[in-house]
C-alpha cells in the first residue's frame, strides 16, 4: 500500500506533524497486523519548489504542462496519480486551509476541468489552536471531490498553539487510532469503487458541464477521450453503485449544472 502525505504546515516539528506522524505510525502497525506493508511517502509542501498561481488559465487551455512557472507542480501530480491513499494535512488559519495548501489547490485547479485523481482514496486531517475546523475540512473535500477522490473520511484536533508531542499523543491516540484504521480500511478493501452518493451527483454536474463545452477545448477532448461524454457513462471509474444510487445522482447533477455559469 502506498500512502502519500501532503503536509502543508511549514512547521517541520509543528502540532500538525505531530498528529501526521502519529497517524503515519498507526498506518504502519495496521499494515503489519494485516500482512499488507505500507509504503509512506511524506511532502511538506511549504519548503517545495511551489510557486503562486498566476490566474494565467494556461493549465486549462494549453495544459498542465504549459504553466509557465515551470516548477514542482507536476512532479507532486505524479506523486498522488502513483499513489494508493493520500493524506492531506493543513493547519487552520484564520478559519481555512493555511496558504501553502490553499496555492497547492490552486495550482491544482486544472483538476476541477479534467477530474484526473478519480479512484485515489483520500483522508483529511485539520489542527488548529482552538476554532473549529469545519470550514477548513469543507475546503479541502470540495477540492478533492471535484478532482474525483474518494474521501474516506476527516477529522479536526485543537491543539492549542505549541502542544507538547507527548500531550497530542496522550489526548488524541484514540481518535487518530480509529482515523488511521478508517483510511487503511478504505484503501485496503478499495471503496472508491463503490462511489458516495456525493461523488455520483460531482460526475453528473461535471459531465453536463464539459459536455456542452467548446468541442475543441482541452477540457471537452479530455472528457471525450476518457468516455465520459457518453450518456451511459455514470462514473470516472467501473464501480458497483447501484441503479438505486446512480439514477436520483443523474437527476440532482443535472439539477445543479444548471446554476453552473
Given amino acids: 500500500m502506498k500512502i502519500l502525505t501532503l503536509m502543508s504546515s511549514f512547521r517541520k516539528h509543528g502540532n500538525t506533524a505531530h498528529v501526521v506522524e502519529l497517524f503515519h505510525q498507526e498506518l504502519k502497525s495496521l499494515g503489519e497486523q494485516n500482512g499488507e506493508p505500507v509504503e509512506i511517502e511524506m511532502l511538506q509542501v511549504g519548503h517545495m519548489d511551489l510557486g503562486l498561481c498566476r490566474g494565467c488559465r494556461a493549465c486549462f487551455?494549453?495544459?498542465?504542462?504549459?504553466?509557465?512557472?515551470?516548477?514542482?507542480?507536476?512532479?507532486?501530480?505524479?506523486?498522488?496519480?502513483?499513489?494508493?491513499?493520500?493524506?492531506?494535512?493543513?493547519?487552520?488559519?484564520?478559519?481555512?486551509?493555511?496558504?501553502?495548501?490553499?496555492?497547492?489547490?490552486?495550482?491544482?485547479?486544472?483538476?476541477?476541468?479534467?477530474?484526473?485523481?478519480?479512484?485515489?482514496?483520500?483522508?483529511?486531517?485539520?489542527?488548529?489552536?482552538?476554532?473549529?475546523?469545519?470550514?477548513?475540512?469543507?475546503?479541502?473535500?470540495?477540492?478533492?471531490?471535484?478532482?474525483?477522490?474518494?474521501?474516506?473520511?476527516?477529522?479536526?484536533?485543537?491543539?492549542?498553539?505549541?502542544?507538547?508531542?507527548?500531550?497530542?499523543?496522550?489526548?488524541?491516540?484514540?481518535?487518530?487510532?480509529?482515523?488511521?484504521?478508517?483510511?487503511?480500511?478504505?484503501?485496503?478493501?478499495?471503496?472508491?469503487?463503490?462511489?458516495?452518493?456525493?461523488?455520483?451527483?460531482?460526475?453528473?454536474?461535471?459531465?453536463r458541464a464539459w459536455s456542452n463545452a467548446p468541442q475543441d477545448s482541452l477540457d471537452y477532448q479530455y472528457w471525450k477521450k476518457q468516455g465520459w461524454t457518453d450518456a451511459q457513462c455514470s462514473y470516472y471509474i467501473p464501480h458497483q453503485a447501484g441503479i438505486l444510487k446512480t439514477g436520483p445522482a443523474k437527476g440532482v447533477g443535472w439539477f445543479l449544472s444548471l446554476f453552473m455559469g
Fill in 61 to 207: 487551455d494549453l495544459g498542465e504542462e504549459k504553466c509557465p512557472l515551470q516548477d514542482e507542480l507536476l512532479a507532486v501530480k505524479d506523486k498522488i496519480l502513483a499513489a494508493d491513499g493520500i493524506l492531506a494535512a493543513s493547519p487552520l488559519y484564520v478559519d481555512d486551509v493555511n496558504g501553502i495548501m490553499k496555492n497547492l489547490i490552486d495550482r491544482l485547479a486544472h483538476v476541477c476541468h479534467r477530474p484526473q485523481f478519480a479512484g485515489k482514496t483520500v483522508y483529511l486531517l485539520a489542527t488548529s489552536g482552538g476554532s473549529p475546523a469545519g470550514h477548513t475540512l469543507r475546503t479541502l473535500s470540495t477540492a478533492w471531490l471535484t478532482w474525483g477522490a474518494h474521501l474516506a473520511g476527516s477529522a479536526s484536533f485543537m491543539t492549542g498553539a505549541k502542544m507538547p508531542p507527548d500531550e497530542i499523543s496522550e489526548r488524541y491516540q484514540e481518535k487518530i487510532a480509529r482515523s488511521a484504521g478508517k483510511f487503511f480500511r478504505a484503501v485496503n478493501q478499495e471503496r472508491y469503487k463503490n462511489p458516495s452518493f456525493i461523488n455520483l451527483v460531482v460526475f453528473r454536474t461535471q459531465q
